[in-house]
């Protein structure tokens, strides 16, 4: 029986009881999760293994690389820079980035970029193995592409180019990488855990991710974003997801689907080439503005803390970064997604408990990982785990735990 550490204040009993079950059926491997009410630690919950090889415990502080909750971070490097007059978000890329305006991007904004509608969701030809840690180079890439829809008239979920195209932007007004910009001007200041571009210390004692049994998209020779060889998503029952439908089961079959533009979007660069995926330094060292940050549950829930309480944003520039800019079927993911300025919002692709679902935001990870953060009821949670979920549409086990704070509060 795994033994969960940490602690829980009194009001929040029922997360730790749903943070038990999930061990308890088998959900977990090891996993970690952490909530901040009005500044205030009130869940730090970790337990089981970091690495199911070796059997290494996971520990108060095991960091793991989230995925795609990496994305709302990379957002808020360029809001910063935004908010210091440094980049204007309704200004051409081009602005910044002059060779980007080829093939008929030359009225791509940044907002386009932040809310997945430059219609540039995947790389054309196979990235190598030697351009995965040369992000300017991969940006090349995408600037000598055309389009493959009308830039601001749909949106898609751009699972890895978003970070090679909003990167370049940062990297072309800070004169840093968004991994050394945000270190410099979030991460450290702030004492978070949470590195874009694990040292070796942090790669070191990071959590092994992994799925067991594979099937989909693996099978035919794709993966899912960063999916590692031993860490792809199995496709199984949507059944307990709320508001199902048919979307889910053409997401489904988008899934399952080799050459669909969500496979295309999310399997390229090729990271399942890499021995151990996902898990491989170089993706854990790379620092991808996609999918790269590497933090501790505590670290990503401090994040959504300290940019709900006013210390990384304006209240005024997060409040407009909030506000939907696009809502509806999602060219990529097929179901409806929601985005403000890069942030999630309330959605089928943002799972969010009623009480949540006009005022949370934040993002998701492939396999289950989640960062939310929720100024109307002071709230920052991050949940990691390294069981890749085994539904399509991502995990329900972090659905159920913030479900479990919102009823708690």
Sequence with gaps: MTVVHGQC????SRVREVFDRHFAEGEELGAAFAVFLDGEPVVDLWGGVADRHSGRP???????????????????????????????????VADVW????????????????????????????????????DQAAIADRLAGQA???????????????YGFLLGEV?????????????????????????????PEEVAARAARLSAGRRQGPADAGAAPAGAAADAVPRVSTVSELPGRGDPVEEMSRAVLDRDSLMNRALGNPPIHRLRGGANHPVILRSGWPAIGVVASARGLAGFYR????????????????????????????????????????????????????????????????????????????????????????????????????????
């Design 58 to 92: 996971w520990e108060r502080g095991t960091p793991a690389l989230t995925y795609s909750c990496t994305k709302a971070v990379t957002a808020t490097a360029a809001l910063l820079l935004a908010e210091r007059g440094l980049l204007d978000v309704a200004a051409p």
């Design 98 to 133: 002059p060779e980007f305006a080829r093939h008929g991007k030359e009225r791509i904004t940044v907002e386009h970029l932040l809310t997945h509608q430059a219609g540039l969701p995947t790389i054309e030809g196979p990235v190598p193995l030697e351009e995965f840690e």
């Design 306 to 409: 300290d940019l709900a309480a006013g210390r990384i944003l304006r209240p005024e520039t997060l409040e407009d970064a909030l506000r939907r800019r696009v809502t509806g079927p999602d060219r990529v993911l097929v179901i409806d997604s929601s985005f403000g300025l890069g942030y999630m919002r309330p959605a089928l692709t943002f799972l969010t408990p009623s009480r949540g679902a006009e005022s949370a935001f934040g993002h998701t990870g492939l396999g289950g990982f989640l960062g939310l953060g929720d100024v109307e009821h002071g709230l920052g949670m991050g949940y990691t785990m390294n069981k890749m979920a085994d539904a399509v549409s991502g995990s329900l086990r972090a659905y159920r735990l913030a479900e479990a704070v919102y009823g708690s509060l």
């Design 147 to 161: 389009p493959i829809w009308e830039p601001g008239t749909a949106h898609g979920y751009h699972a890895l180019t």
């Design 170 to 198: 940062i990297r072309r007004v800070s004169g840093k990488s968004a991994g050394e910009f945000v270190a410099a001007e979030i991460a450290e200041p702030l004492g978070l855990e949470l590195w874009f571009g694990a």
């Design 9 to 12: 204040d009194p009001r929040f």
